[in-house]
């Protein structure tokens, strides 16, 4: 595993290029007044306007998180403002995204009775507290980012019903926790054994609401990586984000990452449960990419994450100096494996440049990017960035649709107009 | 040692086991209401939730039909955030919350909740 300290997140002041480079073409004093663009802005008044139709929100503090984008109060919803992804590759605890399916969730946490089951095909069932966790297995760390399956589902069009967030249903936390290997081992798994469930404690309020579950076949729940995190960033979860264990699944969605974990049930059969066969399908083609309407379409379990990449300094309808360095700077991931490296284009994607790496702070994490523009002519110019993975996968230049809004990862475009200094 | 001082040294010698036991648990579990281990403390945690309980009206109507039926178990900002939506993805939708969650959704009032949510639905898209 990756082993990160949490205080080797980059600090958003530090840049990649050197600073030499900057001071010599005031790129720095440049740069700092362009953060005023429109777009995905918080205005003083508390309100927000993500840029598709019906896009007002408001902001919203939650117990232990910072002001977030209200999508719904009841099971809560809340997206991390976007500004807040440039103050470096790891997401606060307070700026966390936060995302509840089912509405019974418990507001109280007593950590002395707290107990964790594993149950199903294995040796003998076994109940973990929580002094277990922390004390008979060795703890591990990781960084990595969670993404919500539909983040970023309000830019789909044709638009479909779902939680419409802007892209701020992610982020990248350093999970400390134990290998959920070792608790399977130290419990016995059985030969047979298929798949893994894991349950958490919210609960519906109709008894008829399906408990939300669940599956991993038992490689993946066995490959080392996947861990049980009871520390994020350094502290302990936000009860929003899952205090006091969460499951951990680096480089897949977030609907894997069941929170408030409290039983992990080994399964002989494949999960058929409503969570692993109804919702969260994507269609199985390349990229989740399908027509509206398309018929006979192979549906699977959403899984592996897609590269991303985003311009976190600028917004659309930024002015930058004319014949001036403008620094340019973002943050990319490559999904299910590490970043290969992040491409840049300032004239929509007809010349691409490689932009300057920051340093690595874990395969399946945020890394930030930089490059310094310099328009040499007035007028608008179309920014934008590529992210393409250590396997080769590059983000497509045109959007996917499927009907649950899912794995958006289409190249970002920020607009910019360059005006004479 | 006559009986007295034989009762009260064995008394004292169950507190003490008793009392060091607990001392041993207070040990593991840390300060009451908390666990530690390898570097790692976890406090017990509780919070207070806002309700989400604003309704769209409580009339005898299909306001608040939707009022008792679909904000059960979410908010109202849960529709007022969709897009524009067709009737029958309202619909489908509807049908859904009543056929898989559960919600207690007579078959007759499947009608009234599609159009009170349509229409409310196309208003927000104005604002």
């Keep these: 595993m990756t082993t990160n300290g949490p205080d080797s997140s980059a600090s958003s002041n530090s840049s990649i290029i050197s600073r030499r480079d900057l001071l010599k073409t005031a790129g720095l004093l440049g740069a700092a007044g362009i953060f005023l663009g429109r777009g995905t802005t918080a205005f003083a008044s508390n309100l927000v306007d993500l840029p598709f139709a019906n896009g007002e929100r408001s902001l919203a503090r939650f117990p232990q998180k910072s002001d977030l984008i209200l999508l719904r109060t009841r099971p809560p919803l809340l997206e991390t403002p976007f500004d807040r992804f440039d103050k470096g590759v790891f997401t606060s605890n307070e700026d966390f995204y936060v995302r509840w399916h089912l509405p019974a969730i418990p507001t109280s946490i007593d950590v002395s009775t707290y107990k964790l089951r594993i149950d199903g095909h294995i040796k003998r069932p076994i109940e973990l507290s929580l002094g277990d966790v922390l004390n008979r297995f060795n703890p591990v760390q990781m960084a990595a980012v969670n993404q919500c399956s539909g983040n970023s589902r309000g830019f789909f069009a044709p638009r479909v019903p779902g939680g419409q967030w802007g892209n701020g249903a992610m982020g990248n936390a350093l999970w400390r926790g134990v290998a959920l290997k070792e608790i399977l081992n130290h419990a016995g798994i059985q030969p047979g054994a298929v798949q893994v469930r894991f349950g958490g404690l919210d609960e519906g309020e109709m008894p008829q609401t399906p408990h939300f579950l669940k599956s991993l076949d038992i490689e993946h729940a066995m490959n080392g990586e996947v861990m049980i995190a009871y520390e994020m960033n350094g502290a302990p979860l936000p009860m929003l984000n899952g205090f006091p264990l969460r499951l951990v699944v680096p480089g897949w969605y977030a609907t894997y990452w069941v929170k408030m974990l409290s039983h992990i049930e080994v399964l002989d059969r494949p999960d058929t449960n409503y969570w692993m066969k109804t919702a969260y399908l994507i269609p199985d083609t390349p990229g989740a990419n399908m027509h509206p309407g398309q018929k006979n379409v192979t549906m699977v379990p959403i899984n592996r994450m897609v590269p991303r990449s985003f311009i976190t300094n600028l917004r659309n309808g930024a002015v930058v100096p004319l014949r001036q360095r403008t620094i340019v700077r973002g943050i990319a991931f490559g999904g299910d494996t590490g970043l290969g490296s992040v491409m840049f284009s300032s004239d929509g994607g007809q010349h691409w440049s490689s932009a300057t790496m920051g340093p690595d702070r874990g395969k399946y994490g945020f890394r930030q990017w930089e490059f310094a523009f310099d328009p040499a002519s007035p007028g608008e110019f179309t920014l934008m960035a590529k992210a393409i993975n250590s396997d080769g996968v590059a983000q497509p230049l045109a959007p996917n649709w499927n009907p649950g809004g899912f794995m958006r990862n289409v190249v970002e475009s920020v607009r910019v107009r360059a005006a004479g200094a | ?127």
Aim: aromatic share 4%; net charge negative.
């Design chain 2, 1 to 127: 040692m006559n009986r007295h001082t034989r009762y009260a040294a064995l008394l004292v010698a169950v507190i003490t086991i008793l009392g060091s036991d607990a001392m041993v648990r207070q040990a593991q579990a840390g300060a009451p209401g908390s666990v530690g281990g390898h570097g790692v403390e976890l406090h017990s945690e509780s919070i207070t939730l806002p309700l989400g309980d604003q309704t769209f009206g409580k009339s005898a109507g299909a306001e608040g039909l939707v009022s008792t039926r679909c904000l059960l178990c979410h908010s109202q900002e849960m529709i007022d955030t969709q897009p524009l939506l067709t009737k029958d993805a309202w619909r489908a939708e509807i049908k859904k919350m009543q056929s898989t969650y559960g919600c207690p959704i007579r078959d007759d009032e499947v009608q009234g909740l599609v159009d009170f949510v349509s229409q409310r639905n196309a208003s927000e898209q104005q604002r």
